[in-house]
Nanobody, 119 residues
Framework: QVQLVESGGGLVQAGGSLRLSCVAS????????MAWFRQAPGKEREFVAK????????SYADSVKGRFTVSRDNAKNTGYLQMNSLKPEDTAVYYC????????????WGQGTQVTVSS
């Protein structure tokens, strides 16, 4: 049984930074695409960023491009999302996901971690 556990969320002022981590257990996910999604109150879950199993082809939502960086350490079965220059509109619950398909990397989901950006 695969478990994904996110951490690193919290409260930060606008312009600040946070680094989210997603640790996978239960099986090695080194051949899976890793992705981050977020869901703000009253809104649908949206894509944030993703990365192929080998660290290639990073992709970002336009709203975070240039501010967020997705990375992974397959030896640790861990993914990361470095978030810089945070804005109040980045406030959401952030979820990591892993999947076999780059186009839809959602076989496994974490439970989410809250990120709150104050103005």
């Amino acid at each position: 049984q695969v478990q994904l556990v996110e951490s690193g969320g919290g409260l930060v002022q606008a312009g600040g930074s946070l680094r989210l981590s997603c640790v996978a257990s239960g099986r090695a996910l080194s051949t899976y695409t890793m992705a981050w999604f977020r869901q703000a109150p009253g809104k649908e879950r949206e894509f944030v960023a993703k990365l192929r199993w080998n660290g290639s082809t990073p992709s970002y939502a336009d709203s975070v491009k240039g501010r967020f960086t997705v990375s992974r350490d397959n030896a640790k079965n861990t993914g990361y999302l470095q978030m810089n220059s945070l804005k109040p509109e980045d406030t959401a619950v952030y979820y990591c996901a892993f999947g076999l398909r780059y186009t839809n990397p959602t076989n496994y989901w974490g439970q989410g971690t809250q990120v709150t950006v104050s103005s």
